[in-house]
């Protein structure tokens, strides 16, 4: 005789296999999908997004003498206006390096640049005529020496004095006995204004 319980559970038996199966061939539906789905946009990742294609970039660094990085050096970026602008103005834009020494400028338009660097106890350095192109990237690199470096003077070598020969024709002239300074005595001086 067939119970109750052994139909349940046999009905139940048979719709969780079918539920399985379902549930089986749903994830394998999902996977074929999401490895089409990677398949087809593999190109487009594959390929370089440039989202400012008709703009550049210049990039760079900066050290000193000894080749340190040069952590808060202000970098002028100047260069050409957008189109329209009153062409007699150039854009300005102020970087400043980071603790590499590094510094970048995006988003420029194409043309001719100049760059002046400063920090303190540096000496400044410009660099004009940098070409930036669409889409490019120009590197620089710029080292700054110290204002309080050591300087070496030389003066050139000459036999002839600054001070000009007149002074040599003076005392040759003069008399051996007549001193060219006179020293008074304060002494002397203070009896003579009592006698008189």
Known sequence: MISAAWFARSR???????MDRNNWLS????????????????????APVNPEKGFGR???????????????????????????????????ERLVTNFRGEFSAGHLLPGWYSLRISAPTRIPALR??????????????FVLGDVFSSLRI?????????????????????ASTRPILRFQDDDLATNKTKGD
């Open 12 to 18: 139940t038996g048979r719709a969780e296999s079918w």
């Open 27 to 46: 994830i394998r539906k999902q996977l074929i999908v999401a490895l089409a789905l990677v398949w087809l946009s593999a190109p487009a990742a594959a």
């Open 58 to 92: 210049l990039a760079g660094t900066v050290l000193d003498t000894e080749g340190n990085p040069l952590m808060g050096a202000t970098i002028l970026v100047m260069g050409p206006m957008a189109p329209g602008v009153n062409e007699a103005e150039s854009s300005v």
């Open 128 to 141: 004009p005529d940098i070409r930036v192109e669409p889409g490019g990237t120009v590197r620089e690199k």
């Open 154 to 174: 030389q003066s050139p070598k000459t036999t002839s004095s600054s001070w000009g020969e007149d002074w040599k024709w003076i005392l040759r002239t003069s």
